[in-house]
T-cell receptor
Framework: GAGVSQSPRYKVAKRGQDVALRCDPI?????LFWYQQALGQGPEFLTY????????KSGLPSDRFFAERPEGSVSTLKIQRTQQEDSAVYLC?????????????FGPGTRLTVL | QQQVKQSPQSLIVQKGGISIINCAYE??????FPWYQQFPGKGPALLIA?????SEKKEGRFTISFNKSAKQFSLHIMDSQPGDSATYFC??????????FGTGTRLTVIP
């Protein structure tokens, strides 16, 4: 498996529930990104990790959103007390190093629907 | 505030024709401009990218034209094929790592 994988692929949550979305980056990739893609829109940046360090979380829309990458590989995006406006596809991307010209490889995304 | 503006929203082209998608930006700190292709149910995949020190980059049927003074760049798909039918996103990045995406163009190539 050479690519970025994400799980689950689809998640339905009732409003107010907590959800956790997982990203497995390409092995050896230092940088990891989370993006949110609303229906019919382009992806929007949420947060960025270099190894286990979260270097930028300026795109997280509220304090209900939390991301971690404790061992510098797998990352989890957690959304607490989900709201209907959280419904979107959540994309994870990884790149080889922190060099800003390195290609970001995207996973297939997790489609979150909040009822 | 949309950092990168993209048009058209949708595009229908005959097989063999040229598809043209345009993007504009304001932030002169942007120094890397990639184009991504996205198929339904998949994540975006890098198609081609350009830095602002060149005015054009060509890879196969795909060409980026870049106009630094106008702060505009465009994607040209020559000899468009039905397999090119997808959503295309332009993007831009500063020295920081996060990408700013356009709103996307849904391309349909008719056989």
């Amino acid at each position: 498996g050479a690519g970025v994988s994400q799980s689950p692929r689809y998640k339905v949550a009732k409003r107010g529930q907590d959800v956790a979305l997982r990203c497995d980056p390409i092995s050896g990739h230092v940088s990891l990104f989370w993006y949110q893609q609303a229906l019919g829109q382009g992806p929007e940046f949420l947060t960025y990790f270099q190894n286990e360090a979260q270097l930028d979380k300026s795109g997280l829309p509220s304090d209900r959103f939390f991301a971690e990458r404790p061992e510098g590989s797998v990352s989890t995006l957690k959304i607490q007390r989900t709201q209907q406006e959280d419904s979107a596809v959540y994309l994870c991307a990884s790149s080889l190093t922190g060099n800003s010209y390195n290609e970001q490889f995207f996973g297939p995304g997790t489609r979150l629907t909040v009822l | 505030q949309q950092q990168v503006k993209q048009s058209p929203q949708s595009l229908i082209v005959q097989k063999g024709g040229i598809s043209i998608i345009n993007c504009a930006y304001e932030n002169t700190a942007f120094d890397y401009f990639p184009w991504y292709q996205q198929f339904p149910g998949k994540g975006p995949a890098l198609l081609i990218a350009i830095r602002p020190d060149v005015s054009e980059k060509k890879e196969g049927r795909f060409t980026i034209s870049f106009n630094k003074s106008a702060k505009q760049f465009s994607l040209h798909i020559m000899d468009s094929q039905p397999g090119d039918s997808a959503t295309y996103f332009c993007a831009a990045r500063t020295g920081a790592n996060n990408l700013f995406f356009g709103t996307g163009t849904r391309l349909t190539v008719i056989p």
